[in-house]
């Protein structure tokens, strides 16, 4: 279970996303890091095509503006509306709040995004955070780490879909989300597990750097989602990624009447 790689690095699993509170973490948008990424003649194309619907957030909130982490055009059901999607824990002291806001609460608290893509297309803005319930910061037994915002425009915005198939352990993913600092935003590795309490998988650069990357979309070979990246960690001198699974976030979003 990806619980068991959770435990394994001693729950030492670090966001991806925070105002440098965390070694993995970084919200601040920046160029895309040179890291982690497959031989260019290995990566498909629909997994370079995923870039075009992921974007640099900012925040509207009862606070103030915050910048963080990832997120990612998606359609929960075919031909429905988009969605803006990260990851929950954004909300909190991870995201440089000080206090963790439940996902009750973020619908009175974001009222707006406005996105900035890393592929050159249009700027994004979306409405005021949907109640996601059951979501809420990634743990060590299960990760139902999202959020979900709906996009006003543009309405032609590239989506990505969420899989409908669990990968095999073994098979390739790519994170698709930029890294303060660096040169690209596709960030190969293998997946090690992929059941109920999460996806995790391993980098193929053991060195990679993770800074502003939570709430960005894990593909797979065909381009579709099967992850929502929240966290990684350190085990057997392998970078372990781990996040809130596609077939969770798609029934979330689904029992919080998001079609």
């Known amino acids: ?11 030492g699993v670090a966001a991806a996303c925070s105002k440098g509170a965390d070694p993995a973490a970084g919200d601040k948008g920046g160029a895309p890091q040179k890291q982690g990424e497959a031989p260019a003649s290995k990566e498909p194309k629909s997994a370079i095509a995923a870039e075009s619907a992921v974007y640099r957030p900012v925040f509207t909130t009862k ?21 803006l999607v990260t990851a929950h824990h954004l909300f909190g002291e991870d995201g440089g709040l000080d206090r963790e806001y439940a ?48 996009v006003t425009a543009p309405a032609d915005a590239p989506a990505l879909v969420f899989a409908t198939t669990r990968p095999a352990e073994g098979a390739p993913v790519w994170l698709i989300a930029p890294t303060d600092g660096g ?54 001198g392998k970078t372990v990624g781990f996040g809130t699974p596609a077939w969770t976030a798609t029934k979330l979003a689904a029992d919080s009447g998001v079609k």
């Open 103 to 150: 996902s009750s609460e973020l619908p009175g608290f974001v009222s707006k995004v406005a996105a900035t893509s890393i592929e050159k297309q249009p700027a994004l803005t979306a409405g005021a955070a949907i109640e996601i319930k059951g979501a809420k910061k990634y743990g060590p037994h299960a990760f139902t780490d999202l959020a979900v915002f709906p």
């Open 1 to 11: 279970m990806v619980k068991s790689w959770i435990v394994g690095l001693g729950l």
């Open 183 to 236: 040169s690209t935003v596709r960030h190969a590795g293998k997946v090690v597990q992929a059941d109920d309490e999460g996806i995790g998988f391993a980098f193929d650069d053991g060195s990679i750097k993770l800074r502003g990357t939570s709430g960005g979309p894990i593909v797979n070979a065909a381009g579709n989602v099967v992850g929502i990246f929240a966290a990684s960690g350190n085990m057997d």
């Open 63 to 83: 606070d103030g503006e915050q910048s963080a982490g990832t997120a990612f055009v998606a359609k929960f059901a075919a031909g429905g509306p988009s969605y």
